[in-house]
């Protein structure tokens, strides 16, 4: 059974599992599909077109699934946000529709948005992840599972962030991060590999060896980078960090953050 107040403003076409709690004043719009065992506070607006799964949380004065900030974007197209199982997502954070018809913004299972939190249209966020307070992302931007955000972090339109990575607080991401990485500084570069987080996350010692290796091979081996590139694949053939490492690489549009730390933050 669900448990909704009286005051809730809800289109008559929902689709809604069950054992779901919906709080006051709460608008949930046409086109929205909720699972089983959400809960949603008050004043929160969901929708149009809206799919969630399953034992969410989501905070007072939310909005997920407004219209993309986005000059591109036709007044009254069909477009979706997709929001996965075990999220908690918390007061004032916005998500908006994906801007072409019938595009998405995706998240995945088990992320945490803290306050203030904006996903631009497009999106793409996997599992696992943690955003500290007012991080802003950009529309288009792509982020792997079990990256972390520090506070009024932010990302620019189109860039890629890979797993296992720590944004330090105040960083602005303009170029695609590699996976396992800690970045750090307005424009973001790479200071290192992510050591505490993949500890915490059961990386071996071995494992994180590996990793900071084929960090130094690519940005300070002074071997240039089609040679380190190259250098990785004939020495590292079938190691799984090799592998997502050089991948991600294939797939990256924007290029990558550069190493160091970057002068304007180190005075």
Known sequence: MNKIEKNCKISEDLIIGDGNQIGSNVIIKEGCVIGNNNIILDNTIIGPYVKMGDNNEIGYFTYLGGDPQDHDFIKNSISYVEIGNNNIIREYVTIHRGTKENSKTIIRDNNFLMSYVHLGHNDIVGSNCTFTNLVQLSGYVE???????????????????GAYTMVGGKSYINKDILPYSLIFGTPANIIGINSVGLRRAGFSSEDREIIKTLFHIIYNSGLGFSKAIEKIRNEYSGNIYAEKILNF??????????????KSENG
């Open 249 to 262: 690489i294939e797939r990256s549009k924007r290029g990558l953050a550069a190493f160091g730390y970057n």
């Open 143 to 161: 982020v792997e599972d079990n990256v972390v955000w520090g506070g009024m972090s932010g990302a620019h339109q189109f860039c890629k962030i």
